[in-house]
């Protein structure tokens, strides 16, 4: 059985730089197919999806955020690091980590962290 | 970037009716769609994906269909579990985006 756990800071000041960190269980990011992505969820709207990387050390990111996130992992620890630069009132929301599966057709969010909720506030 | 709507944006049912939730993209997506199911308080949950694969545990009562640019999602003879607001999700090399989502409440 596969689980996720993010943590971080629940408060983080405008300008300043989120690091979450989401320790994972039951699978391996060395493993074909495999990834680990962020989805982040403001209060009452969609989600929206962040940034994966894959077992092979592959990154995608968000086109309208790219310049401002970086996604890391530590295979060895199974943890996958996400920072955010330079954060605003509107990125707060719940974000969560989850494991991305499948290739081409296939891509999905199979098993979801709790979420961890981030306010940006001052 | 491709545009994901979703109608209606609420659905009300009573249990044992069925539920047909649309997803409609502004671009043909083949069958990369994908939907989830989240409750209050809780993490999405996978429902479908592929457009028409079941993800294991989810009944059978949830079927998926569609291609190109219109996909829909069918709850047949909906449980009191099934309330919630269900997203659909596209992905093209990599890059993921979200519907703005259907709520199905009780009526």
């Known amino acids: 059985q596969s689980t996720l756990k993010e943590s971080g800071p629940a408060v983080v000041k405008p300008t300043q730089t989120l690091t979450l960190t989401c320790s994972f269980s039951?699978?391996?990011?060395?493993?074909?197919?495999?990834?680990v992505g962020w989805i982040r969820q403001p209060p009452g709207k969609a989600p929206e999806w962040l940034a994966t990387?894959?077992?092979?050390?592959?990154?995608r990111y968000s086109p309208s955020l790219r310049s401002r996130v970086t996604i890391t992992k530590d295979t060895f620890k199974n943890q996958v690091v996400l920072t955010m630069t330079n954060m605003e009132p509107v990125d707060t929301a719940t974000y969560y980590c989850?494991?991305?599966?499948?290739?081409?057709?296939?891509?999905?969010?199979?098993?979801w962290g709790q979420g961890t909720p981030v306010t940006v506030s001052s | 970037e491709i545009v994901l709507t979703q109608s209606p944006a609420t659905l009300s049912l009573s249990p044992g009716e069925s539920a047909t939730l649309s997803c409609r993209a502004s671009?043909?997506?083949?069958?990369?769609l994908a939907w989830y199911q989240q409750k209050p308080g809780q993490a999405p949950r996978l429902v479908i994906y592929?457009?028409?694969t079941r993800a294991p545990g989810i009944p059978v009562r949830f079927s998926g269909s569609g291609s190109g640019t219109d996909f829909t999602l069918t709850i047949r003879s909906v449980e009191p579990e099934d309330f919630a607001v269900y997203y659909c999700?596209?992905?093209?090399?990599?890059?993921?985006?979200f519907g703005g989502g259907t709520k199905v409440e009780i009526k």
């Open positions: 989850a494991r991305v599966l499948g290739l081409v057709g296939s891509i999905r969010l199979d098993s």
């Open positions: 039951g699978f391996s990011l060395t493993t074909s197919g495999v990834g």
């Open positions: 990387i894959y077992w092979n050390d592959d990154e």
């Open positions: 671009q043909g997506l083949m069958n990369y």
């Open positions: 592929a457009a028409s």
């Open positions: 999700k596209h992905h093209a090399n990599g890059v993921l985006s």
